[in-house]
């Protein structure tokens, strides 16, 4: 895997969740030679964001993959750096230029166990404990769950009513694992989202958040995107 020791994976976590949410995923990539960095994104705006994967970005030094979980993906879609070589979607988001995440999100019907979600008195969306098993990570440990809802974080509706701009994924590569079991965003979507941007397509039977159910899939496509985009 030597290959990847100049290369540098820059995560990105979804609603609900911070950096941990990759540390399975994490723990593997650097294994495998990649310096990986979690983007700490605030969850208040999606212009915001973006400004806090720059900020990431800026820290790093030579070729990039910038992965991206759930709604992330329209995080993703801003990592028009240069130096940004692949992007790779996880059971995630990705708006066209003029859309915003809630338009994709509700494009098909809901899961019928999705969680019912609405804002706070300041504007935040909060999961319901129970959806954690229910719909975020279905297949997950009753440790893993009970950590996710420890350091659960609200995602401001802002993020979801923030039209995109032109995304990265118009003249990047790109790849997208499907998640055939997710209960949060539906399959259909997901298919749709990604053909719409000709990605790379891997279909897999997994939950929502294969980060933490099946790392070693979402590792996997993350190895093909930096084989494909630093060969």
Request: proline share 6%; with cysteine; glycine share 4%.
């Amino acid at each position: 895997m030597s290959a990847f020791k100049n290369a540098t994976v820059v995560v990105i976590h979804g609603a609900w969740a911070d950096g941990s949410s990759w540390e399975p995923v994490i723990r593997r990539l650097e294994k495998d030679g990649f310096k990986v960095l979690a983007a700490p994104i605030p969850l208040s705006s999606l212009s915001d964001d973006a400004a806090a994967l720059r900020r990431t970005i800026v820290r790093t030094e030579g070729p990039l993959i910038v992965a991206g979980h759930a709604y992330a993906g329209a995080v993703v879609g801003t990592a028009n750096d240069e130096r940004v070589k692949a992007l790779v979607f996880v059971a995630a988001l990705a708006p066209d230029e003029g859309e915003t995440v809630a338009q994709v999100f509700y494009r098909e019907e809901s899961h019928a166990k999705a969680p019912k979600l609405a804002p706070d008195a300041d504007g935040f969306i909060w999961m319901p404990d129970a959806s954690f098993a229910e719909a975020f990570a279905q297949n997950a440990t009753a440790e893993q769950i009970a950590l996710c809802r420890a350091v659960q974080r609200p995602i401001s509706v802002k993020c979801l009513q923030e039209p995109a701009a032109t995304p990265a994924w118009k003249t990047k590569p790109a790849w997208y694992l499907l998640a055939e079991e997710d209960r949060m965003i539906n399959p259909k979507t997901q298919r749709f989202m990604a053909e719409r941007m000709k990605a790379t397509v891997r279909s897999l039977g997994v939950d929502h958040t294969p980060l933490l159910t099946a790392p070693e899939k979402v590792v996997d496509i993350i190895r093909e995107a930096a084989r494909a985009a630093l060969a």
